[in-house]
């Protein structure tokens, strides 16, 4: 009689769908994209290239390993910046397959931190409200000496200090516009909607101002719909697939409804989600048609205004500046001279390029705040870069790559700010019009 093991069963390893990750069959392992992976320059090692974690994500899908931490591991110290995309010759969109992997896992990290990520992507991000909130009682605790007590007597573990130390300061108001149709200066040029994303709202009202006051001088009507939400960049990097197609619908329907000629973003990050709505619901029969128009009506400002042609007269702004490519604007979108073109345009600028300008600066998201000591490497490059430009300013028209370069910066003692692209051109119109704000939208 033959006797029955008693050693307990190995699981077989589960396969992602293959449809989720059709991208894959176009890599020919060729390896160009080895030397733009941030990672990879830092570690060395063919599993943190984006050739090898196609040949993990590969072998996953196929079933011959499992989805376990160390494959988890590998997805998540990838930083997303799609450098690799740009070097590619196949054309292989790196980002669409990393994506796809990280929805097969969730968000990463201690349990804490995943309970974190969690609580923010499904239950902050969806909801404007909630965040300016959630925002109010984290300026309370900056500003009210809480911080300040709860540092001195070590209340908070170490791993959530390290995070909470690279949180901005939370400004004194939001984004919050009382009207949603700012009206064109002059004669109208087009009617546009504008994203006004989540941190972006919360976090740099002034610039979603700057924003609209730019567009109303360019002869643009501006529509700043209530009822968007979160682009869902961050819930797609995190793998919370099923949330961000939700989100996504709402911004849909509310643009389309608005019947725009353009969605207007001024954040990288979020232009190169939108932009891809049309893959994340291409096996949506009810939405892949709707996905395709609202993605194709979406424009980076910089690319909008490029496009258009500036109206008006610049006044001087003098400053020697220099200029960061955001990864989603440079390699997702494809958008690196139009931001060129603005600067040359405002009199006073003087445009120095940085060595390796369209490197990660290692904000990815909340990369900094997941992977600090990777994102700290990949910031130091960027920070020697900026240096030895000698620019006063540098200019990063991106939310993470503006918070993430400030910390730098701050870090290494240097004597300059950072700006964003709109910021200047705000400036520069008020300075031709002898410091008028130009009807400033207010929250």
């Known amino acids: 009689m033959a006797m029955r093991s008693t050693a307990p069963e190995v699981p ?30 830092i570690l060395g090692v063919e599993t943190e290239s984006p050739r090898g974690r196609i040949h993990l994500i590969e072998a996953a899908a196929q079933g011959r390993i499992p989805i ?18 740009t070097a590619c010759p196949s ?29 923010a992507l499904r239950h902050l991000m969806p909801s404007p409200g909630r965040l300016r909130f959630a925002a109010a009682l984290l300026r309370f605790y900056q500003r009210s000496g809480l911080r300040t007590a709860a540092r001195a007597l070590h209340l908070i573990p170490r791993r959530l200090a390290e995070m909470e130390a690279l949180l901005p300061a939370v400004p004194r108001r939001f984004f919050a516009p009382r009207q949603e149709v700012f009206p064109a200066i002059g004669p109208r040029r087009a009617r546009v909607g504008l994203l006004s994303g989540c941190v972006m709202s919360v976090l740099f009202a002034d610039l979603n101002e700057a924003t609209i006051r730019v567009l109303r001088r360019n002869g643009c009507e501006v529509v700043v719909p209530r009822a968007q939400t979160c682009c869902a960049a961050l819930n797609l990097h995190n793998g919370e697939r099923d949330r961000a197609r939700a989100m996504a619908r709402r911004n849909i329907e509310t643009f389309l409804a608005a019947g725009v000629d353009a969605v207007i973003i001024n954040s990288a990050g979020c232009g190169s989600t939108s932009k891809e ?5 291409r096996d949506d029969p009810a939405y892949a048609a709707k996905a395709k128009q609202y993605s194709g009506l979406c424009r980076d400002v910089s690319e909008f205004l490029a496009d258009l042609g500036l109206a008006g007269r610049l006044g001087e702004v003098r400053a020697r500046v220099t200029y960061q490519d955001p990864c989603h604007l440079a390699h997702g979108q494809g958008i690196r001279r139009q931001p060129r073109d603005l600067l040359r345009r405002i009199p006073g600028i003087e445009l120095v390029e940085m060595a390796g300008s369209d490197r990660c600066c290692g904000s990815a998201g909340i990369y900094n705040l997941t992977q600090p ?71």
């Open 12 to 41: 077989a390893a589960q396969p992602i769908p293959r449809l989720a990750v059709p991208e894959l069959d176009r890599c020919i392992q060729c390896g160009f994209c080895l030397q733009h992976c941030p990672t990879y320059r």
């Open 68 to 85: 376990d931490a160390r494959f988890e591991e590998h997805m998540y110290v990838c930083l997303g910046c799609r450098a690799c995309e």
């Open 91 to 119: 054309g292989v969109r790196f980002g669409t397959i990393i994506e796809a992997a990280r929805a097969e896992i969730g968000p990463t990290g201690s349990p804490l931190a995943r309970r974190l990520t969690r609580l």
């Open 277 to 281: 709505y049309d893959v994340l619901f």
């Open 373 to 443: 000591g990777y994102s700290r490497q990949v910031l130091d490059e960027k920070m020697a870069a900026v240096r030895e430009t000698g620019a006063a300013l540098v200019v990063a028209p991106n939310p993470g790559c503006m918070l993430q370069i400030a910390s730098g910066i701050r870090a290494h003692g240097l004597e300059m700010q950072v700006r964003h692209l709109i910021e200047l051109l705000d400036r520069a119109y008020e300075a031709a019009e002898g410091g008028s704000a130009g009807g400033t939208p207010r929250a």
